[in-house]
């Protein structure tokens, strides 16, 4: 029960047990403060200036929440206030329950949600959180929790919250495996790897020839990134990335000639896909002699 429900009542109960106090009290006290005495006693005050008595009147004033300044209730007004405001209370706590039973069997039944549009996935269920990632349209995540219009979510490396309205819950079995359920950065790389045997030429971009930066510029192209053609302007238009954090999808720079001369893509486990002059689009280890001797660090363009 609120704590405005039990002032109401514990008001009238003292206001009358008060009023037989009163009775047998030989010094002929205020007969109602024994009311005022056992209310201060649970925590709420009680002055002059907030507890007055008139009558067969109670008038509470604003501090206890109950009445508005200077209004009076009779104590049956009082007794059918605090009836109203207790189903009140009842109705909100069934609706409350109704609710969490619902969300209880959908996460019983679902265990994915689907992108309806590209959204964000942020750190808190709010609008105003930060955004982690992008969780593009047609992308299906892991569904972890569900409440008050936000969805918990797993996507990739991120865990996280998208907004309900432009999802749907779906069986995450039903995708998995599949390039709905693969990360922008998996599906870069698997999308690079279909250049593989692409020769080498130099200022090239297409699948007749390629370079090293315009293989990136093409393939980073295909998911809506516009990158110039040239291993510098690359670098510098992408966010540094530490070995350790470096992640598939990101460009791997290297100074094979002077400068900022070479850059590939980082696909994990030590290795990256790039454009060789001797080899064309290959697939080659940071850990060979050559490349680590070069290796100028990593950038990351998609965040």
Not at 116 to 122: A, G, I, P, T
Not at 228 to 249: C, E, K, L, M, N
Request: hydrophobic residues 40%; charged residues 15%.
């Amino acid at each position: 029960m609120s704590r405005r429900i039990c002032c109401l009542l514990l008001a009238m109960s003292m206001v009358l047990s008060g009023i037989v106090i009163a009775l047998a009290d030989t010094r002929q006290n205020d007969p109602y403060a024994a009311a005022l005495e056992t209310l201060s006693a649970a925590g709420v005050t009680a002055s002059s200036e907030q507890v007055l008595c008139s009558g067969n009147s109670l008038r509470l004033s604003i501090e206890l929440g109950m009445l508005s300044e200077g209004e009076c209730l009779s104590l049956t007004e009082l007794s059918a206030q605090a009836v109203q405001l207790q189903q009140e209370q009842e109705q909100v706590r069934s609706e409350s329950v109704a609710a969490a039973t619902a969300m209880a069997a959908l996460l019983v039944q679902y265990d994915g949600v689907l992108a309806n549009v590209s959204l964000n996935l942020r750190s808190e269920p709010s609008t105003d959180a930060s955004v982690l990632r992008t969780l593009y349209a047609g992308k299906v995540a892991r569904l972890l929790d569900a409440s008050d219009g936000w969805y918990q979510v797993e996507f990739g490396t991120s865990t996280g919250y998208v907004s309900a309205e432009y999802c749907q819950v779906v069986h995450y079995g039903d995708y998995e495996g599949t390039s709905a359920t693969a990360t922008l950065a998996e599906d870069l790389v698997a999308f690079a790897c279909t250049y593989l045997g692409t020769p080498y030429r130099y200022g090239g971009v297409s699948r007749s020839g390629i370079d090293c930066s315009g293989f990136t510029m093409m393939v980073f192209a295909q998911f809506g990134y516009h990158l110039a053609h040239g291993a510098t302007d690359q670098y510098y238009a992408s966010s540094r990335v530490s070995d350790r954090d470096r992640q598939p999808g990101d460009l791997v720079f290297f100074n094979t000639t002077g400068g900022i001369s070479h850059v590939g893509i980082y696909v994990g486990g030590g290795q990256f896909i790039h454009a060789s002059s001797s080899r064309g689009v290959t697939i080659s280890s940071l850990s060979n002699s050559y490349y680590a001797g070069t290796y100028l660090g990593a950038g990351r363009i998609i965040h």
